[in-house]
């Protein structure tokens, strides 16, 4: 019909990357976090999960998803990638220490700062 309205802008992008913070352009890449252990009842509205599951939102480049994990503490295991679910692991330390696996190999972990 010819008619433009010229009040229906893109102005605000919600869109930023979990790990440097930055404007995603296009489809963020997202990780989700499996539950550590299938739980009988929901965590109470009081308690707080171990593991918040996602999803978290990156650009497509690796670094941003471990800059993430360093900034939360978790480690990293180098026998796997950065891959879209990812696998939280215990490890015994004092205080305990969460690292994450994309879990596809065969062979035992091994965890590095992220």
Known sequence: MGVQIRTIIKDNVASRCDGCHE?????PWRVNLLDIVAAEAP????DRPAVNPGPFQFH????????????R??????????????????IAADPPRWGLCDGLHRDDHEFVPA
Do not use: H, K, N, Y
Request: net charge positive; glycine share 8%; aromatic share 8%.
């Open 23 to 27: 404007v995603v352009d296009g489809t």
């Open 43 to 46: 965590v109470a509205w009081t």
């Open 60 to 71: 497509r480049d690796a670094a941003c998803v471990r800059r993430w994990m360093a900034a």
């Open 73 to 90: 503490g978790l480690l990293f295991c180098r026998r796997g990638e950065v891959r879209e679910i990812m696998r939280p692991v215990q």
